[in-house]
């Protein structure tokens, strides 16, 4: 059974207080000073990169809220110097967002509906670096002396990697190891709890974006896995994202489906073709939770999607775990934004 929720976090902020270990300045991210206020750190594409040695000004470009996620990690939201992407505001999905910081309202927007960078309103800024997740705006960039940082995160343990880099460039080690502990931590609590229940005894769970009939986002398959679920599309991924068809959902007979929005929940328990399906007979349909990003995708809020789907696939081991005060104290310890219980219930809810 899992403890509270209030107990394991104070027991994070505890051991954050325990001194670690500096990294070494070989280590990836941490950089070299040089005599001229400036440093060379080195991302995540093994680029050596000439930052300055404090930094006043971000942008992130491209997957801008999963980079904003974790610059509020890192506790730089007040640095990041741009909007936004119009794209992403216009849909209005984002209001936690400006609520973990609220000044980004007010900042300029660099990446039209298009999604382009618009290179001339970047130089105005003027931002000590860029961050991206995309090598060809890192190309663009470089032609234009932009300095800027490659992040990558493919595979699910691989944000260690990048918390350890952001810790480096911004001298916050300790926020970073605090991230990475919780992570470990989180994302290991369900399978403790299940580790006894043979495959057969797990339930199936199939996420999905039913308006194209695609199972995207590989990292869904780790996190239904580390929830102690069997993902049904593993086994048919061969990429990033896959298509199926009604005869495979059929097939598949998921005993819980976890969507990609809630306006999919109304037509997906509606459609009388689904009626033998297992998620559909026991009234197990989801809609993923939507915070400072997507919980489904790559997102600095990943162990909190881990530790809700543990939840609604086993309620009854998982029944005295308060889900909403996990959110609660995640975004109180990690983002330094407190919200409220109806807020946290509007997060799980992915209506935000």
Not at 50 to 66: E, F, Y
Not at 171 to 187: L, P
Not at 300 to 317: D, F, G, N, R
């Amino acid at each position: 059974m899992m403890k509270e929720t209030s107990t394991v976090l104070k027991a994070f902020i505890v051991l954050s207080l325990i001194a670690l270990l500096a990294f070494t300045c070989g280590c990836t991210g941490q950089g070299q000073a040089t005599d001229s206020g400036t440093r060379v750190v080195t991302d995540m594409a093994g680029r050596e990169v000439v930052i300055p040695k404090n930094i006043d000004s971000i942008v992130t470009i491209g997957s801008v809220p999963v980079l904003n996620s974790f610059m509020f990690i890192m506790g730089k939201g007040d640095k990041i110097a741009n909007n936004l992407p119009d794209s992403f505001i216009k849909q209005g999905k984002w209001k936690y967002q400006y609520a973990i910081e609220p000044g980004l309202k007010n900042k300029p927007t660099i990446q039209p509906a298009g999604g382009e960078i618009n290179i001339e309103e970047l130089m105005k800024i003027n931002p000590d670096v860029v961050f991206t997740m995309e090598r060809g705006q890192v190309e663009t960039l470089e032609k234009n002396d932009i300095p800027v940082i490659y992040l990558s995160w493919t595979d699910a343990e691989d944000v260690k990697g990048l918390m350890r880099v952001l810790g480096g460039i911004f001298d916050e080690q300790e926020r970073a190891e605090r991230y990475v502990r919780y992570f470990d931590e989180a994302t290991a609590r369900p399978g403790k709890v299940v580790a006894s229940l043979p495959d057969d005894q797990r339930p199936k769970v199939l996420f999905c974006n039913y308006n194209s009939m695609s199972a995207g986002l590989k990292i869904s398959d780790w996190w239904i896995e580390k929830a102690g679920g069997i993902a049904v599309a593993k086994n048919k991924r061969v990429a990033e994202s896959m298509t199926f068809d009604l005869e495979q959902l059929l097939a598949w007979d998921p005993d819980v489906i976890i969507l990609f929005n809630p306006e999919q929940t109304a037509p997906v328990r509606n459609d009388t073709r689904l009626s033998g399906v297992s998620a559909i007979k026991n009234g197990n349909v989801y809609a993923a939770p939507m915070g400072a990003h997507y919980w489904c995708q790559r997102t600095s809020e990943t162990p909190l999607m881990v530790l809700w789907v543990a939840k609604i696939i086993y309620p009854e081991q998982f029944k005295d775990f308060d889900m909403e005060a996990e959110v609660i104290a995640f975004y109180k310890e990690f983002y330094n934004c407190d919200i409220t219980r109806e807020q946290a219930a509007e997060i799980l809810s992915g209506t935000a």
